[in-house]
């Protein structure tokens, strides 16, 4: 059974400051990987998705990284604004036969950026 | 992309009741997900929604406690029955387009069951 972790479950730091989430998953059969972002009552929005054969994709601020040999991916987001608190949740596909897919989600981290 | 909408987005129950999710869609989508997200904890698959069939339930969730009703491509339901203060969670709507690998996410139903 896919099980995701995230580490840390909550970050404080200061605006302007990079920093990096980990992710892991627990069977690299994955079809892809994929990095939410969750703000209160507005739902889950993508930021990035890896496919299994990448290693990283870009947004912006944002990098995400995959190794999935190891079942790790981070990502890392450049000069922290206050407008970056949120609950970064990672997500990882898996295919269950045919047409169906299944996505697992970790337990998120919640990042907090102080002015 | 696609812009889905959830009613109510909060409610408050009392243990016993039912509550019933709406999830509306603003295009034809190939699947619809009702997933659950209890405090503190990922969110978790309850089911797959069916156009003009049975739900698909994932191992721990039933029909007779989460009926679900999906009448058309844009449309569905989740229903919450005999609530106990264990169903307090955010309750949310996730749907896939064809040939898109990636998943979009309704602004949530937060339900506290008293």
């Known amino acids: 059974k896919q099980e995701v972790t995230q580490i840390p479950a909550a970050l404080s730091v200061p605006e302007g400051e990079n920093l990096v989430l980990n992710c892991s998953f627990t069977d690299s059969a994955i079809y892809n990987l994929q990095w939410f972002r969750q703000d209160p009552g507005k739902g889950l929005t993508s930021l990035l998705l890896i496919q299994s054969s990448q290693r990283e994709q870009t947004s912006g601020r944002l990098n995400a990284s995959l190794d999935k040999s190891s079942g790790r991916s981070t990502l890392y987001i450049a000069a922290s604004q206050p407008g970056d608190s949120a609950t970064y949740l990672c997500?990882?596909?898996?295919?269950?036969?045919?047409?169906?897919?299944?996505?697992?989600f970790g337990k998120g981290t919640l990042l907090t950026v102080n002015p | 992309s696609a812009v889905i909408s959830q009613k109510p987005s909060r409610d408050i129950c009392q243990r016993g009741t039912s509550l019933t999710i709406q999830c509306q869609v603003d295009?034809?989508?190939?699947?619809m997900f009702w997933y659950r997200q209890q405090p503190g904890q990922s969110l978790t698959l309850i089911a797959t929604?069916?156009?003009?069939?049975?739900?698909?339930?994932e191992s721990g969730f039933v029909i007779d406690k989460f009926p679900i009703s999906r009448p058309n491509l844009t449309f569905s339901t989740l229903t919450v029955s005999n609530m106990s203060p264990e169903d307090s969670s955010i309750y949310l709507c996730?749907?896939?387009?064809?040939?898109?690998?990636?998943?979009?996410f309704g602004p949530g139903t937060r339900l506290l069951v008293l």
């Open positions: 295009s034809q989508v190939t699947m």
């Open positions: 997500a990882v596909r898996v295919h269950e036969g045919g047409s169906n897919y299944k996505l697992t």
């Open positions: 929604a069916n156009q003009g069939s049975e739900a698909t339930y």
């Open positions: 996730s749907v896939e387009k064809v040939r898109e690998e990636t998943q979009y």
